[in-house]
């Protein structure tokens, strides 16, 4: 038997600020699952008698226990209880994954974000949000913009430091922040500061970090492909922004997709793919350790700290990866079984671009070209340098690339 469960969004004021239709959705539950906070909410006596109800914190660890804890009450009335808006980095949203969205039914309450926005006079339209819950405080990174303004949602009191001290390291210390404590309760708290001297002081459990992105100092990254090589840090492994550029536009980056970037180097192209949407994920390949390591270090400083790093050589280290949807070969084309491996694994509908510099390479993907056709392109940059006191062109290396999407092989 399925289990439906209706969530029930209630906020820092408890039972008293639930409307009429939650209270009676809690009312007639068999049971009530939800944070001990939260079940603390409930009245104990009363309308609702906590002896005709099961009450049962969520287990730990959550995602692994939900599936046994549902079949256990399989049948009967459940009602979840999550804080205000059960869709915002709640739990309505788990609940969905391991139920579908037709056994989940989600009543919300106001949101921390919005309850936020309003303290703060910001609207919906030049507001960025940015969960931290449950996450690793670098995600701020991705989203540093002179003049935007961040709601940052908080995993806990010692978050505003994390940000104001990531801030700070960014070139972005000058900013205002506003630490906005149990949102809609009676023990609302709002406290203003700048990041660079904000210290080390905790913050209560539950709160919003509001952040207007003033640089000082900063190097300002666009948010589009080609970000400078200095954005990076790396020992000349590194694709080069013009190529770079080249490269991710026929990656074509999309929500929710997977890229492999094999022989990673310094990581540039995946972490400009998960850049690009907060959803893109990327594993990154890199047979050098001490590269694996920067690829993680440049992976936190520009904002995408969930960049999956592996160290091992192509063709063996790609064996156990999830399918990706994008390919990007940065070098190592002529290795053997390495093409035929990553054309194999990738999707139907999936992009591969690989990079050559080579006469070896270059014969490689002619015959490659050849076979499945897509595009074959030379790329060739020059850039201005002084030549005695006068300035000239200097040339980079010209680099093949190839790209070709799998549904374009020939019948």
């Not at 919300?108 to 969960?131: D, G, I, K, Q």
């Amino acid at each position: 038997m399925s289990t439906q469960v209706t969530v029930v969004g209630i906020g820092a004021d408890g039972w008293t600020g639930l409307s009429a239709r939650a209270r009676e959705l809690v009312e007639a539950a068999d049971v009530v699952l939800g944070g001990e906070r939260h079940l603390a909410m409930l009245p104990s006596t009363g309308s609702v008698n906590e002896a005709d109800q099961t009450r049962e914190p969520w287990p730990s660890p959550l995602r692994e226990g939900l599936p046994a804890l549902l079949e256990q009450h399989a049948g009967k009335k459940v009602v979840a209880l999550a804080s205000g808006d059960p869709l915002v980095s709640g739990i309505a949203t788990t609940l969905v994954d391991l139920l579908g969205k037709n056994a989940v039914e989600v009543v919300p309450a106001l949101s921390s974000v919005a309850l936020a926005r309003a303290r703060m006079r910001w609207s919906a339209e030049s507001t960025e949000v940015v969960t931290l819950v449950g996450r690793d405080p670098h995600l701020v990174a991705r989203s540093l913009a002179p003049g935007l303004r961040l709601l940052v949602l908080s995993s806990d009191g010692s978050t505003p430091a994390e940000v104001a001290g990531l801030l700070t390291t960014a070139g972005y210390g000058a900013s205002p922040m506003t630490v906005l404590a149990d949102l809609g309760s009676e023990a609302e708290s709002r406290t203003d500061g700048v990041a660079a001297s904000w210290g080390d002081r905790e913050a209560p459990a539950l709160n919003v970090v509001a952040v207007e992105l003033v640089s000082s100092g900063a190097t300002v990254l666009g948010f589009t492909a080609g970000l400078p090589e200095g954005a990076f840090d790396h020992d000349g492994q590194i694709t080069k922004r013009d190529v770079r550029a080249s490269a991710l536009a026929r990656l074509a980056p999309l929500p929710g997709q997977l890229l492999w970037d094999v022989g990673a180097g310094a990581g540039s192209v995946a972490i400009e793919w998960m850049r690009a949407h907060p959803t893109c994920r990327a594993v990154a390949i890199e047979a050098r350790e001490d590269r694996a390591a920067r690829i993680s270090r440049n992976a936190d400083a520009l904002g995408v700290p969930a960049l999956d790093v592996r160290t091992g050589h192509a063709p063996e280290a790609l064996a156990d990866l999830e399918a990706p949807h994008a390919i990007f070969i940065g070098g190592g084309a002529t290795e053997p079984g390495v093409l035929d491996a990553c054309w194999t694994a990738l999707c139907p509908g999936g992009r591969l671009v690989v990079h050559g510099v080579t006469l070896e390479t270059e014969a490689v993907l002619a015959v490659r070209y050849a076979e499945l056709g897509g595009e074959l392109t030379r790329l060739h940059v020059e850039h201005a340098a002084p030549i005695g006191t006068f300035t000239g062109w200097t040339p980079a290396r010209a680099i093949t690339q190839w790209a070709v999407t799998k549904s374009e092989v020939p019948a």
